[in-house]
Every structure is written in structure tokens, then in C-alpha cells.
């Protein structure tokens, strides 16, 4: 087990497997920078499966107890499944968790299942078809996203989440029917302040719906009294109905950051290690992979090297240098 300078362990490790995406989500990927003229990174740039593999052994190695493979869309990317069985066969007892936007999901989830994948959490900001349309800048309509997460309800995944951003004036009345469709579906709703990932989406303070209000508007009809956090390090609070026994998570980055509990790394689709969801500066992990070999003393001297609290320190950072993109992180 490896710690950073203000004693965090190294425990998770997320991955994205491609920059690209079939949605233009505006607290992502907002078309107007991701246009038709943009230029995704090509195949030769990203990590192979093998390198990703290479990638996880130097983890294992340092104390490493969870994946999560993101994108862009992760489902895009060719037999992503098969990168899930190569894991699981070499490391069966490292959770495996995939985030995705849903609207593939449906036409992968059983060969997901049979891989060894055992979480899955997808995106879902809207109920309301128009909204979700504009929220997400897509024409998939968005009953391809429902029967996604439907399909993974009947292949009895143990652990399925979805994850609703809340942008303040535009889907806080998404959030009571959201609990309300999902109430009898085995699935648990988190409810997340919109962040500033990123450089692209044009973030303000005054668009953020706090955690603090969203659990007001949510107990204005229902009864939810708080449960914290699970595991110390879990970026969300839950939060539990006394009626109904239903639960919902809430994450508050910005109202209420966390990042003294942070055990999350990142690596970047192409291949760029970071240490925070807002970082500014990414350490050529698949260079020093393709040209050296062995990675794992330079992924436990990053971590050692590491104090990032991005989120405490918000306001002190509002003008330096770009931050990495969220479609390259995978949020």
C-alpha cells in the first residue's frame, strides 16, 4: 500500500478506454467545441487491452482494489467486454465497475455480465424525453437508455446506479420523478452538483444545485433521512426513505468537497496518469509504458508526490491553466 502526502492510500483507479462518445452532453462534451471537426485521438494513440493489463499489474501491486472503465462512451470501443474477461480471469477478486451513458447498453449487458463485470452505473439526467435531448444534445431517444438499464435490472447485476447531474434551472424537477421510477427497481439514484470538469461546459456557481437543496426538494414529498458515507473514501452520502426503504446518494464536490478522502487515480484515454478529476497536468504513463516496460515505481512516485484538493481550494485555481478534459477522464 502506497500514500500521498496527506496520507491517502491508493485504492481505485479509473480508466478510459476511448475519448469518443455518441452523445454531446453539455457539461461534457458541448458540441460546440466537439464538432464535427474534432479530432479524436487515433487508435494507435490509445492503450492497447494488453497495455491496460500492464497498467492494472503495476496497480495491483501498490494496493489497487477497484477498476472503473469509462470513456468517452465505454461500450463504443471494439469487445471492451473482452478487456473485462482478461481482468477478471487474471485478478477475480478486484471489482470491476463500468460507467457508460446507456444507450448501448441493452445490446452488451449479458456479454458484460458473463465477463465478470460487477458494477455498472449510467448516465441519466432526465425523464422528460425533450430535456433529455437537450441535456445530452442527442436524437437517441431515450427509451434506448431505459431499456438499457433495463436490461441489466434482469440480468440481476448486484450493484446498478445512476447518475443524474443537477443543473439549477434546468432539471431539478427531474429529481422527484426520477425516485419515483426507479423506487421498485433495485437500482440506487445519485443526485450530483455540476461540477467545472473540464473547460468546455461554461460552469457558474450560480448553476449549481446543492446537495443541500436537492435533499430539501426531494423531502418536500418524501421522507429520506441520512446514512453518510459507507466506506470513508465513497464520493457520495447516502441517504435512506423511512417508508419505503428506498436509497439515493448524493454527491456534493462542490458544496461540500471531500477531498481528503480521495483514493482515486485516473489514466487518461491517452494514456496520461492524473490524480484529481481537475487536474491541470498528467504524468505519460503509456510512453514511459512502450518505452520502458515496468511503470510501478513511477506510478508510487506520483502518488507519494501527491497533495491534490482541488475542490477545498476551488476559488484559488478559477484562472490558471486548463484543466484536463472530463471526456478523457471519464468524469
Request: proline share 2%; net charge positive.
Amino acid at each position: 500500500m502506497v500514500n500521498d502526502k496527506l496520507g491517502r492510500n491508493l485504492q481505485d483507479l479509473r480508466i478510459s478506454i476511448t475519448d469518443k462518445c455518441n452523445f454531446r452532453c453539455r457539461y461534457c462534451m458541448p458540441r460546440e467545441v466537439f464538432d464535427d471537426n474534432w479530432e479524436f485521438l487515433n487508435r494507435n494513440e490509445l492503450l492497447t487491452y494488453e497495455e491496460i493489463l500492464l497498467v492494472i499489474d503495476s496497480f495491483m501491486k501498490l494496493g489497487l482494489k477497484k477498476v472503473r472503465l469509462t470513456g468517452g462512451e465505454p461500450l463504443i470501443r471494439k469487445n471492451m467486454h473482452e478487456l473485462i474477461r482478461i481482468i477478471k480471469n487474471k485478478y477475480p477478486k478486484l471489482e470491476i465497475a463500468l460507467t457508460t451513458n446507456g444507450s448501448l447498453l441493452s445490446r452488451y449487458s449479458e456479454k458484460l455480465k458473463h465477463a465478470g463485470l460487477d458494477r455498472i452505473t449510467i448516465s441519466l439526467d432526465s425523464l422528460e424525453p425533450k430535456l433529455f435531448e437537450k441535456m445530452n444534445d442527442t436524437k437517441i431517444p431515450i427509451n434506448q437508455v431505459l431499456e438499457g438499464i433495463q436490461s441489466a435490472i434482469d440480468l440481476n447485476f448486484i450493484n446498478i446506479k445512476i447518475n443524474c447531474v443537477i443543473k439549477k434551472g434546468l432539471n431539478e424537477n427531474q429529481i422527484i420523478p426520477l425516485i419515483e421510477y426507479f423506487k421498485n427497481k433495485n437500482v440506487i439514484l445519485r443526485f450530483i452538483e455540476f461540477m467545472d470538469v473540464g473547460n468546455s461546459n461554461q460552469w457558474n456557481l450560480d448553476q449549481v444545485f446543492t446537495k443541500d437543496e436537492i435533499i430539501k426538494k426531494i423531502n418536500s414529498k418524501f421522507n429520506f433521512s441520512p446514512l453518510g458515507r459507507l466506506k470513508k473514501s465513497d464520493v457520495a452520502e447516502q441517504w435512506v426513505e423511512k417508508n419505503t426503504n428506498q436509497k439515493i446518494e448524493v454527491i456534493s464536490s462542490i458544496s461540500q468537497p471531500f477531498c481528503s478522502n480521495c483514493t482515486r487515480a485516473r489514466l487518461s484515454s491517452d494514456g496520461k496518469l492524473y490524480t484529481c478529476l481537475f487536474a491541470f497536468k498528467g504524468f505519460d504513463i503509456k510512453k514511459i509504458l512502450r518505452e520502458e516496460g515496468d511503470i510501478t515505481t513511477k506510478i508510487k512516485e506520483i502518488w507519494e508526490h501527491r497533495d491534490d484538493k482541488f475542490s477545498e481550494l476551488r476559488n484559488e485555481f478559477i484562472k490558471i491553466e486548463k484543466k484536463v478534459e472530463m471526456s478523457y477522464i471519464g468524469g
